[in-house]
Structure formats: structure tokens, C-alpha cells
């Protein structure tokens, strides 16, 4: 399928960016936190609230039955994009962290013992390091760290040398939030089931930027959130194989995800049911599936080629500039992210300073800690790039560095 990439067209789908921040025009460069929503995703869920509004799972009443139908047709637009092969084994969660935090608590808790290691790298994000240093804690397990390359990559030899029969979890970032580096997840999935061990990957950055297929990658579990692709906040997704996860015991109790209950003990509904206690996410949820079918009209090729357009133009204009220093792999082999800092500035100082010319972007650690310690660096301010951006975007956010350089009295 042939899918044309019109930006003016796509950006009128997002009200939001119509406006002025700082009386500039709005250049939101912030997506890799927190993507904006189009009107498409918006109204689906107004929709829902003004015409269907009920539970789900529950009733026989005629609403009740229309929210059942648009919240398990949305797992199944998720089974689809993802290319799992069973609608069980989508998990409707509160988003990426709480993914990661089933996997760490139930199938961590279940197979992991004294003396077993826990594979992750520096890149991480918190969510993808700290549930796997509680679980080493929980079960006097070891943590080992892939080491990375001098541009924040990981070396196949590297991986091989790290991962052994003492492993029994890999947990990866399939796209790092801060160096926008994109790790082979098939591969190192390979290594990991060489050696016996399961893999679980984080894939908030990934999800929003490229196709997805999980029976290709082989991954054991694979998590995202729908607020970083156009989607709503509060709802993510946990892909786990089904014979994992029929194995796993639930690791939140109550309401849908039980079976029966008698006064001493309680047996669990059959997947996904068991993983999704209490009333699940309905609207989010229909809101997440009208986000992929966003994304799928346009079309994740183009979509690749929009992005990497754009953050190649961005990355030169930037080294251009003398002072900037870009962190990670080079132009050609990172996601749409570049994460820098102005030499005796202060990221926090740089992000305020380009938002009075309103520019968006990120400073600070972004949750990234460990990866802000190999960088020896306490903070850093990043640009991210999605659909609605435009060169326009990017020579903005060029013109505020250099007014925020010479405001710190630099020299061009």
C-alpha cells in the first residue's frame, strides 16, 4: 500500500498546536515524552462517553454490550499491529511501567532465584531498571549491565559476553529515550533463549515510530504506552507469549479477573481477564485503537522517512553550532531523538531560554539516571521529532539556540 505523508494536512488534526506559547508560534519538539493527540483520537472517546458510557464485561443491556465490543475490538487492533498471533495475549495496563512491573512481579517472582542474573543496559529508562533491581533484591539475584559503545550503542560481542546460562531475564529498551539508539531486539531475543533466559522488551519509544511484529522479533514481553503515539494517557500495553503468561499468576485482584469466589479462595478468569482487575481502561483503550489506525492510514514507512528527514536536518543545523554537544550514535542511526547540552549552560537554563520563543523541548535527567552518570553529566536537554513537525519546526528551534548562546555571552 502507497501511502502519501502530507504534514500540513496531518497538523491540522491536532488542535493543540494551533497557538502561540510566549506570543511565538508553538514548536513542540517534547514528543518522546508525551505525544499530542489528534482529533480522530479525541472524538472516539467523546464518542464513547456521550453515546455508550457503560462497563464492560458485565451487563446484557444494550450499552453495556457496545463498550464490550469497542474495548475488545480495541485488543484486537492492538493483536493486529503488533502481529501477535493470540487476541490473549494483549494485557490492557496503565502503560509501559506498569507492563514492565507485571513482568518483574509475576513471571520475575515465579523464575527467578538466588545466584540467577538479570540482564539490562544503561540505557534504560527507570521503569526498565528499577522493578529488576527490586526483583534482584527480592531474590538475592545479580544485575549485569550490557556495556555500551562510546556512541551509546551495544556491540554484539558485548551482548554475547554478557548474557549466559546464569541468565534468566533480558530487559532492553527496544529504542533508548535519550540516545535514540535502536537496538537489535531480534538478535539479542536469539541469544537470550540460546541460553534458556526470557526476554522483556521496552518499547514506549518504538511503538510510535515503526511497525511492530511480534512472531517475527520473538520477544517474550513487550510493553507501550498509547500517550507516546497519539493515544490517550493511562493505557499501555503488555504482549506476553500465552504459554507465559497462562503460567503467571495475577499480580492485581478483584472484579473482572476473577472466576469464582468462595469465602477462603478465589480461582482466576482465563487471559487476558486475569491480568486486567477492576473496571478496565474503556475509553482509553478505544482511544489507543483509533491511534493505530491513525498511524497505519499514514503509514509507518513514511512515517520513518518523515522522522529521520527531519532529524538529520536538525543534527546538522545543531553541530553547526558551536558549543552543542549531541549525545549517542550517529545521524544515520538513531531515532528521532537528539539529546545535547550548550557548553556552561545548564539544560534546564537552555529549555526555558527556547521556550520563550516557543520551542518545546525536554531538560533534566529524563528518568534516565544511570545513563546520566556514564554520560558524566547531572542533566541534559533533548529535541524530539514526530509527524506534525516540520523543517519550519526545527529552523525555530536553530534560531533559539543561537539567541540562548549569545543571551550566555558565547561568540558564533
Known amino acids: 500500500m502507497t501511502h502519501t505523508f502530507n504534514v500540513t494536512e496531518i497538523i491540522k488534526d491536532f488542535p493543540i498546536l494551533d497557538q502561540q506559547v510566549n506570543g511565538k508560534r508553538l514548536a513542540y519538539l517534547d514528543s518522546t515524552a508525551t505525544s499530542q493527540t489528534p482529533v480522530q483520537v479525541i472524538d472516539v472517546m467523546a464518542d464513547y462517553y456521550k453515546r455508550y458510557n457503560s462497563n464492560v ?57 538466588e545466584g540467577d542474573e538479570i540482564v539490562v543496559t544503561e540505557m534504560e529508562h527507570h521503569a526498565n531498571i528499577v522493578p529488576w533491581q527490586q526483583l534482584a533484591k527480592r531474590k538475592n539475584a545479580s544485575l549485569k549491565f550490557i556495556p555500551m559503545t562510546d556512541d551509546g550503542e551495544l556491540a554484539i560481542e558485548d551482548i554475547k559476553a554478557t548474557i549466559n546460562d546464569k541468565t534468566k531475564i533480558v530487559a532492553i529498551a527496544h529504542v533508548s529515550n535519550v540516545l535514540g539508539t535502536i537496538n537489535d531486539v531480534k538478535t539479542i531475543a536469539e541469544i537470550a533463549h540460546e541460553h534458556g ?28 504506552s498509547g500517550h507516546k503515539m497519539l493515544g490517550p494517557t ?5 504482549f506476553g507469549k500465552r504459554a507465559l503468561l497462562k503460567k503467571m499468576e495475577p499480580t492485581e485482584f478483584g472484579g473482572d479477573m476473577i472466576d469464582f469466589v468462595s469465602k477462603y479462595d478465589a480461582s482466576w478468569a482465563d487471559l487476558p481477564t486475569k491480568f486486567e482487575a477492576g473496571t478496565p481502561l474503556i475509553a482509553q483503550a478505544i ?27 536538525a543534527y546538522d543545523k545543531m553541530s553547526e553550532i558551536e558549543g552543542i554537544e549531541i549525545y549517542g550514535p550517529a545521524k544515520d542511526k538513531r531515532a528521532g531523538v537528539i539529546t545535547f547540552n550548550m557548553i556552561d549552560v545548564h539544560a534546564h537554563d537552555v529549555a526555558t531560554a527556547v521556550d520563550t520563543e516557543g520551542v518545546a523541548v525536554r531538560a533534566g535527567h529524563h528518568c534516565a ?21 516540520t523543517q519550519e519546526d526545527i529552523d525555530q528551534f536553530i534560531e533559539a539556540l543561537k539567541q540562548t548562546k549569545e543571551f550566555f555571552s558565547y561568540e558564533f
Open 57 to 113: 464485561h458485565r451487563g446484557v443491556h444494550t450499552l453495556g454490550s457496545l463498550a464490550t465490543d469497542g474495548y475488545e475490538n480495541a485488543r484486537e487492533t492492538v493483536r493486529r499491529f503488533i502481529n501477535a498471533k493470540y487476541f490473549e495475549e494483549v494485557i490492557f495496563t496503565r502503560g509501559t511501567t506498569a507492563s514492565i512491573n507485571i513482568v518483574a512481579h509475576s513471571y520475575g517472582d515465579a523464575n527467578v532465584s
Open 234 to 238: 493511562g493505557i499501555g500495553v503488555l
Open 197 to 224: 533466559a526470557i526476554i522483556s522488551v521496552d518499547g514506549a519509544q518504538a511503538a510510535p515510530h515503526m511497525a511492530l511484529d511480534m512472531q517475527d522479533l520473538d520477544v517474550d514481553f513487550y510493553s507501550f
Open 369 to 389: 539516571q544511570p545513563l546520566m552518570k556514564w554520560l558524566n553529566q547531572s542533566s541534559t536537554a533533548r529535541a524530539s521529532f514526530y509527524i506534525y513537525n
Open 287 to 313: 482511544g489507543l485503537a483509533e491511534a493505530i489506525r491513525y498511524l497505519q492510514n499514514i503509514g509507518f514507512e513514511a512515517i520513518h522517512e518523515h522522522e529521520t528527514t527531519l532529524t538529520q536536518y
